[in-house]
């Protein structure tokens, strides 16, 4: 450690160095001393070692940094011998993990890279020293800069700062190649246009054009990396302003089923005030309102979904233009059949309504004002005396009717238990009266009503 526990200056940078913003400065001086003690131990060991990506990014423009990333210019072997905790992570490609208290930080080892052939990944990738070369290799200009905390500057070789400060996404270098080499980089584009509070960037000229003539590249991108980023888009909070530009440029029809450029009415539902609260999920079921169920698997399936994303997706799908009627036991079952999803279903009916789409499963001719005050009934429904839990049980039913453990019992269960919700039965001696009135031993089981919604 140098002066006061501060640490020592590491290996200088080829690269020139700038004053950094005020704010930034504040940001280093409280950073953590477990950063610090990393900084030192890699001086001490003669390499250099500076925080860059996405840290340098969001402290610049004044959001809370979550993750810091270093770059290093000791090879990860002499890494894992000097931080003997560290975690092999991504060593073949020069990452490290270094544990802190709280947390663990990346580090990864300056690198040069060969061409790329294959819109994925370099051919070659070879341990550098040059902090100057690393950077050039990164996407954009305002992921290219990197922070030197010992000496508190920074290097910003590519104007990321100034590009900030334009609201203005520009590649590193000649954009058509840079978007080439990795394809993802045109996702990376799209979301790094979502600024949040701030709204929305622009490209400049060359990166748009670059963007539009190698959307089909998206092609050879694996599945799993393009739901991760399209996820974060549609996250994001000026998703809709998004979306219409990747519609726009033709980056939607290369990963999607459909032709989106056309797509404008249903483009602008994304701008409902209720979109606002859904999360990215919901954003894309909404999306797909319109598509064939079919399709919307087949697309889900493609781009590798878990399986409960999918399932929530496909949930949503299948509602879609289906509505509970007015009566109070019709909202009870609608309630206890979605649960917490029962209010996101009307919003979404509102959200359909209001831009007049046609989902793809058809639906009911209700208009959104019948829907709003569906949403203000539910709101004021009460909650059930007994909860939405079934009061008796198979074994209950059992002794009471004689009926066989079997389809039929079951039915009758499920059957009781829709009565019980309906009428918001609270005991199980309310429940045996209504199994008195049932025609059970004389109709055929199959026809008895179920807890379900749609109908």
């Given at each position: 450690m140098g002066i006061e526990g501060w640490p020592i200056?590491?290996?200088?940078?080829?690269?020139?160095?700038?004053?950094?913003?005020?704010?930034?400065l504040q940001w280093i001086d409280a950073l953590p001393s477990e950063i610090l003690d990393i900084v030192?131990?890699?001086?001490?060991?003669?390499?250099?070692i500076w925080v860059v990506g996405g840290a340098v990014r969001d402290v610049c423009l004044g959001i809370e940094v979550h993750d810091i990333d270093f770059a290093v210019s000791l090879e990860p072997e002499h890494m894992m011998q000097i931080f003997p905790d560290a975690v092999p992570t991504g060593i073949d490609f020069g990452t490290v993990s270094l544990r802190g208290e709280e947390a663990f930080y990346e580090a990864t080892t300056l690198r040069i890279e060969s061409n790329y052939t294959d819109g994925r990944r370099p051919e070659q990738v070879r341990w550098g020293t040059s902090l100057s070369e690393d950077l050039e290799r990164r996407d954009f200009t305002i992921n290219a800069m990197a922070i030197d905390v010992a000496r508190k500057v920074m290097h910003d070789p590519h104007h990321g700062i100034q590009d900030m400060e334009r609201g203005l996404i520009r590649a590193v270098g000649q954009a058509y190649g840079r978007l080439s080499e990795d394809a993802l980089r045109i996702l990376r584009a799209y979301r790094f246009l979502d600024r949040g509070k701030a709204g929305i960037w622009d490209f400049d000229f060359e990166l748009s054009e670059?963007?539009?003539?190698?959307?089909?590249?998206?092609?050879?991108?694996?599945?799993?990396?393009?739901?991760?980023?399209?996820?974060?888009?549609?996250?994001?909070?000026?998703?809709?302003?998004?979306?219409e530009k990747m519609a726009h440029d033709g980056v939607l029809d290369t990963f999607l089923p459909g032709n989106w450029a056309s797509q404008h009415v249903l483009l602008s539902a994304l701008q409902h005030p209720y979109v606002r609260d859904f999360d990215?999920?919901?954003?894309?079921?909404?999306?797909l309102c319109e598509t064939f169920s079919i399709e919307v698997d087949e697309a889900l399936v493609g781009l590798k979904l878990s399986k409960k994303?999918?399932?929530?997706?496909?949930?949503?799908?299948?509602?879609?233009?289906q509505l509970p009627t007015t009566s109070t036991s019709s909202l009870r079952v609608f309630r206890a059949v979605l649960g917490e999803k029962a209010e996101l279903h009307l919003q979404l009916?509102?959200?359909?309504?209001?831009?007049?789409?046609?989902?793809?499963?058809?639906?009911?001719?209700?208009?959104?004002?019948?829907?709003?005050?569906?949403?203000?009934?539910?709101?004021?429904?009460?909650?059930?005396?007994?909860?939405?839990?079934?009061?008796v049980d198979g074994h209950w039913i059992m002794q009471r009717t004689g009926l066989p453990k079997g389809r039929a019992l079951g039915k009758l269960k499920t059957w009781l238990?829709?009565?019980?919700?309906?009428r918001d039965l609270a005991s199980e001696e309310e429940i045996e009266d209504v199994l008195c009135s049932l025609h059970w031993s004389e109709e055929n089981y199959l026809d008895w009503p179920v807890l379900q919604f749609p109908e």
């Open positions: 200056p590491a290996l200088e940078a080829d690269v020139p160095a700038v004053e950094c913003p005020a704010h930034v030192s131990t890699v001086a001490q060991n003669g390499g250099g670059a963007l539009r003539q190698n959307a089909h590249k998206l092609k050879v991108v694996t599945n799993e990396r393009i739901w991760m980023e399209w996820l974060k888009i549609l996250n994001g909070r000026n998703v809709a302003k998004v979306v990215g999920l919901t954003r894309f079921a909404l999306l994303e999918r399932n929530h997706i496909l949930d949503l799908h299948q509602r879609f233009g009916e509102v959200v359909t309504r209001s831009h007049n789409l046609s989902p793809s499963m058809g639906g009911s001719e209700e208009k959104v004002d019948d829907v709003y005050a569906l949403l203000e009934k539910l709101e004021n429904l009460p909650p059930l005396k007994a909860g939405h839990s079934s009061l238990h829709r009565i019980q919700i309906e």
